[in-house]
């Protein structure tokens, strides 16, 4: 017999509940911090990972562990991989689509903890806005692979390109604190849209 899944909006992905994860979480804070220190100071092109690891006390395989380059450290922004729970929650969910897909990205996507000075980072270093734009077009990309499990493709794109434009307004508005509240936001923005598309 197989167990339902549960519903999306009850998923909770378990947090940083042990020593080695708490730890692990230290250490990423930590490269991030000394990566957007050194890069708003300095700019992308004047920084090494070298230097970035020594500020942050950590080897540069450790550094790779966490990011795949520094600009990607400077700006906090992990690969987005959606949990198996709640690629399944949603893929076995009847809500609208929409708004399941709001909570999909709220509980997939990382959003740096420290927008503020992320958005400081942007305006001084425009050098960075690629970085941020390849990041986006991933993130749809994984999102696309999940949404093709419950609707088709064309579909499909046309809500990732919605709600993702959605999380690009609430990342510049907002200051969150939950994947919950993520989701509210953007179920929120993509009603606005909404309402603007037939006013």
Known sequence: MTTPAPALDTV??????????RKKQQTRQAI??????????????????????????????TFFNYFTSKAHAALGLDTVVTPDRVAEAFRDGEGRLVDDVCTLVARSVPLPSDRSRTKELLVHRPEMTP?????????????????????????????????????SEVAHRDTVRSAAELGERLRAVVAEMAALATA
Request: proline share 4%.
């Open 131 to 167: 970085t941020v734009m390849r990041w986006m077009a991933d993130s749809r990309h994984a999102m696309l692979a999940v949404l093709t499990t419950r609707t088709d493709e064309q579909t499909a794109r046309t809500v990732v390109t919605l709600v993702m434009s959605a999380l």
């Open 32 to 61: 991030h911090d000394a990566a957007l220190g050194r890069v708003l100071e300095h700019g992308l092109d004047g920084v090494t990972v070298e230097q970035i690891c020594a500020d942050a006390d950590v080897s540069p395989r």
């Open 12 to 21: 909770v992905d378990p947090g940083p509940c042990t020593l080695r994860e």
